[in-house]
């Protein structure tokens, strides 16, 4: 497809269990973005994959939370021992490179993630 | 501590007048920025950016406005039209490359 791809599109699990979302960017795109909203909230980043570069995860809200990148194609989030916090929208992004000056990052659609 | 503060989370603008939407920013290292706008179940689109060598960009009906030294930006719709009522986010970053850091997002509401 020509955009950025989300799966699953809703999720719902059970408090404890793991879950992984999984992103494919546009093709061609070497940075990728794990970000998420929860209800009523901002977009919050969590992690940022640039090429080869070591990731930015100072967003990760904490150690249940983990990225991977297989390198400059999908992405996949792991959420270890869900907690009801944990529901929210998770939204994944792709850019060409870094940020610049007529340069942008697309959105997917998001995977919904209830924990009941 | 936000970096990227939309002070209004939300607006309501009768159709044909002016919506100005406003962000601030703490981080002077900040140099790129950006809105976007979300419908309800959508993902984010991009709708205007400005570098921070510029203090106005404008598309069509959108322009933003960058005051650096007050380190506030704001995004101008004119006119506003009932289909452009979505949540507005703010977003900053470095081209230097870090991720972009955005706001909480002001909800526009366009009546007609």
């Known amino acids: 497809g020509a955009g950025v791809s989300q799966s699953p599109s809703n999720k719902v699990t059970e408090k404890g269990k793991d ?12 940075a990728l973005y794990w970000y998420r909203q929860r209800l009523g909230q ?3 980043f969590l992690i940022y994959f640039q090429g080869n570069s070591a ?7 904490s150690d249940r939370f983990s990225a991977e990148r297989t390198g400059e194609s999908v992405s996949t989030l792991t959420i270890q021992r869900t907690q009801q916090e944990d529901s929210a929208v998770y939204l994944c992004a792709s850019s060409i490179g870094q940020i610049s000056s007529g340069n942008t990052i697309y959105f997917g ?7 009941v | 501590d ?11 603008v009768q159709e044909g007048r002016i919506s100005i939407l406003n962000c601030d920013y703490t981080n002077s290292m900040f140099d790129y920025f950006l ?18 060598i510029k203090d106005k960009n404008e598309d069509g009906r959108f322009t933003v406005f960058l005051n650096k030294s007050a380190k506030h930006l704001s995004l101008h719709i004119v006119p506003s039209q009932p289909g452009d ?3 507005y986010f703010c977003a900053a970053g470095n081209q230097a490359g870090t991720a972009l850091i955005f706001g909480k997002g002001t909800t526009l509401s366009v009546s007609s």
């Open chain 1, 19 to 30: 879950v992984e979302l999984r992103c494919d960017p546009i093709s061609g795109h070497t």
């Open chain 1, 42 to 44: 901002g977009l919050e």
């Open chain 1, 55 to 61: 990731p930015d995860k100072s967003g990760l809200p």
């Open chain 1, 109 to 115: 659609e998001g995977s919904w993630l209830t924990v």
């Open chain 2, 2 to 12: 936000q970096q990227v503060k939309q002070n209004s989370p939300s607006l309501s």
């Open chain 2, 35 to 52: 809105w976007y706008k979300k419908y309800p179940a959508e993902g984010p689109t991009f709708l205007i950016s400005i570098s921070s």
């Open chain 2, 85 to 87: 009522s979505a949540v």
